[in-house]
């Protein structure tokens, strides 16, 4: 069983750069794809970037391809979110997920721990 726990959200402007860490515990990390998913109120939870086990496949929503990077150190235990040219519409909580598949998924069902979620403001 793994622990996850979000850092890095903040009030920004828009354009600027946040970048978002996740950090695990408990379990073998390396055995999970990590995802990273949003929620925007009176909105429904959404895939914003996944890695695989090895971190050697990405995926990421069209909304933030191109601007987001996702990437994880497995010997930290650590995943990121590197986010770039921020927008208000991003604006959101955002969720660090792990999922036992060896590649990340859209579906967050298929996501079974997740972190408390980090807030991230971006003002226009």
């Known amino acids: 069983q793994v622990q996850l726990v979000e850092s890095g959200g903040g009030l920004v402007q828009a354009g600027v750069s946040l970048r978002l860490s996740c950090a695990a515990s408990?379990?073998?990390?390396?055995?999970?794809?990590m995802g990273w998913f949003r929620q925007a109120p009176g909105k429904d939870r959404e895939f914003v970037a996944g890695?695989?086990?090895?971190?050697?496949?990405?995926s990421y929503a069209d909304s933030v391809k191109g601007r987001f990077s996702i990437s994880r150190d497995n010997a930290k235990k650590m995943v990121y979110l590197q986010m770039n040219t921020l927008k208000p519409e991003d604006t959101a909580v955002y969720y660090c997920?792990?999922?036992?598949?060896?590649?990340?998924?859209?579906?967050?069902?298929?996501?079974?721990?997740w972190g408390q979620g980090t807030q991230v403001t971006v003002s226009s």
């Open positions: 890695i695989s086990r090895s971190g050697g496949s990405t």
């Open positions: 408990g379990g073998t990390f390396s055995s999970y794809a």
């Open positions: 997920a792990a999922s036992s598949l060896a590649l990340a998924t859209t579906n967050s069902i298929q996501y079974g721990y």
